[in-house]
């Protein structure tokens, strides 16, 4: 496989892969990052892929969302970074507090990174996304007793994780 025919092939999925990607990292470089790997492996397997692939979407979904995995797994994604926009740190002055908070923070992240995608995904869409529930269903097909449901044993699991870690109380 030439380049050009490599670019026509998969360029296009682009989006499609770095939406995969955000969904599972929740951080916008190290999604393009792992698109990037994604596209590097696939350069240096094109001559071994099948031309006749019926489905290449999926086959470079699939890669990411490996790729995406490993990443988290070697990482256990330390979380040094803030959760995301929708998550903002509270401004004190007082350092000592700050440290405390920052901490606390990096715990709730890193709880959160180790949910199963399906709780991660409808926990990120409710509370930072700020979806409703019809637009999650949507989203993920899931019935909107399901997804309350879901949200409600998440939340209390993370509740009780952060609390038995850091022996503090979150509400």
Same mark, same amino acid.
């Given at each position: ?24 990292m929740q951080n916008a470089e190290d999604a393009e ?21 019926? %489905?290449?979407? !999926?086959? =470079?979904?699939? @890669?990411? +969302?490996?790729?995406?995995? #490993? ?16 998550? %903002?740190?509270? !401004?004190? =002055?007082?350092? @000592?507090? +700050?440290?405390?908070?920052? #901490? ?68």
């Open positions: 496989m030439d380049a050009q025919e490599f670019k026509a092939r998969f360029l296009p999925l682009h989006p499609a892969l770095y939406r995969a990607a955000y969904a599972l990052d792992i698109v990037q790997e994604a596209y590097l492996k696939l350069w240096n397997k094109r001559d071994g892929l099948d031309i006749r692939t019926a %489905n290449t979407a !999926a086959y =470079c979904i699939s @890669l990411v +969302r490996h790729l995406c995995f #490993d990443q988290l797994q070697t990482k256990r994604y330390t979380a040094e970074e803030p959760l995301a926009e929708g998550f %903002n740190r509270p !401004a004190d =002055c007082d350092t @000592l507090h +700050r440290l405390e908070e920052r #901490d606390r923070w990096v715990h709730l992240k890193r709880l959160i990174g180790r949910l199963p995608d399906t709780p991660r995904r409808i926990l990120w869409l409710r509370d930072v996304e700020e979806c409703s529930m019809q637009e999650i269903t949507r989203a993920t097909g899931l019935t909107e007793v399901n997804i309350r449901s879901i949200l409600s044993r998440t939340r209390k699991k993370i509740r009780e994780q952060f609390n038995q870690l850091t022996g503090g109380d979150i509400q």
